[in-house]
């Protein structure tokens, strides 16, 4: 059995990263591990004596990306997939790359942004840093794929 990691920040590009997932499990033997990388810094708001840290809004943000994480797995599920979701906190990259070392992953499959090389020179980038250290190929869906329409691969147009 396959084990494909799914990382998804849950913006516009998650469709096409499902999509191009479902692609490669497609007639494999194939779990899918979808997570989703989540932030704990709280949001804040600046006033006079600092920033007010609100913990109740971290708490309905971490509830929300939960549950759509788990919607996903439900439709995939639907699909016939094999899949498990999970949210996990901490670094995007440090944690997609143990998420993929323990659940020896023999491809991710991710999105990317798109933004420009100033960008990436001064912030760095979830996918650069995850296929520089990888245990397995990487599979990148860019942005302008992400924002296209997108069909699955069909028989017909892979022979």
């Known amino acids: 059995m396959e084990n494909i990691l799914i990382p998804v920040d849950l913006s516009g590009t998650t469709p096409a990263v499902i999509a191009a997932a479902k692609d490669v499990a497609r007639n494999r033997i194939a779990k899918l591990y979808l997570i ?3 932030s704990l810094a709280a949001p804040s708001v ?13 708490a309905t943000t971490l509830r929300k990306e939960h549950r759509d994480v788990h919607v996903l797995a439900t439709q995939l599920k639907s699909e016939g997939f094999d899949v498990n979701a999970r949210l996990v906190p901490g670094d995007p990259i440090h944690q997609i790359l143990r998420e993929a070392d323990r659940l020896s992953a023999h491809v991710i499959v991710m999105g990317s942004h798109g933004h420009g090389a ?11 840093g995850v296929l520089r250290k990888a245990p397995c190929p990487v599979l990148v869906v860019p942005a302008k794929i992400a924002n296209a329409r997108v069909e699955p691969l069909s028989e017909a147009s892979t022979g």
């Not at 600046?46 to 971290?58: H, K, N, Q, Y």
């Not at 100033?118 to 650069?128: A, D, F, N, P, R």
């Open 36 to 38: 989703h990388v989540a």
């Open 46 to 58: 600046a006033t006079e004596f600092g920033p007010i840290v609100s913990r109740d809004e971290l």
């Open 118 to 128: 100033l960008y990436h020179l001064l912030m760095g980038s979830t996918v650069t």
